[in-house]
């Protein structure tokens, strides 16, 4: 995780990245609260949500971790040590300036959000500054995500299929011959904290 990306004068903070699906709210429980408030990176969530509701996701992660957690707004830009969750209905993408931007363009793999489109946008803003994190889910969002992520030089970390709840997501982000590593769910914040020490000690 270098920092010679040609966009990255506006914002020299790292990117955490997470999809999931099935049995995903659990999964971000056990990640969030291995993360530490002075996480030196933001953290943008892309978990399938029922449009038919008002979501309450962001009051039930909270507790959990001692990092903000809201839900994504439109024109923000993202801060390290907060949590910024797609909203139901939206895809979460990340604009040329670095702000955060909310889509009502069609679903993609059945889903929005979605993570493809997450993890696409930024990777092409934030490069090498991505660690992008693939959780439980029972299809198969995240692969085209996790090729944009490592064509630009982030890094992929997928949930252990032999552990996660639903293994669609993470199986089929292995499949891509992409990621980096692969890990149990609490396996990840730890790991996430040394990746981010390494590029802070680089």
Do not use: W
């Amino acid at each position: 995780m270098n920092s010679t990306h040609p966009h990255e004068s506006h914002d020299r903070s790292a990117i955490v990245m997470v999809a999931s699906s099935a049995g995903g709210v659990q999964g971000l429980r056990t990640l969030l609260s291995g993360l530490d408030a002075r996480l030196p990176a933001s953290v943008l969530v892309a978990q399938h949500l029922r449009r038919s509701r008002e979501t309450r996701i962001a009051a039930v992660l909270s507790p959990h971790t001692s990092l903000r957690v809201k839900l994504a707004e439109g024109g923000e830009r993202p801060r390290a040590g907060e949590v910024y969750i797609a909203p139901p209905d939206h895809h979460l993408c990340v604009e040329a300036d670095g702000k955060l931007s909310l889509s009502k363009e069609g679903p993609v793999n059945f889903a929005r959000p979605a993570a493809d489109p997450l993890f696409e946008s930024a990777s092409q803003v934030y490069g090498p500054l991505i660690i992008a994190c693939v959780l439980t889910g029972s299809d198969g969002d995240g692969a085209r995500g996790v090729e944009a992520v490592k064509s630009r030089g982030g890094i992929v970390i997928v949930e252990d299929p032999a552990t996660a709840t639903f293994h669609g997501m993470p199986r089929s982000a292995i499949e891509t011959g992409q990621v980096d590593f692969v890990r149990p769910a609490e396996g990840i914040a730890p790991l996430i904290h040394q990746l981010l020490q390494s590029a802070g000690d680089s």
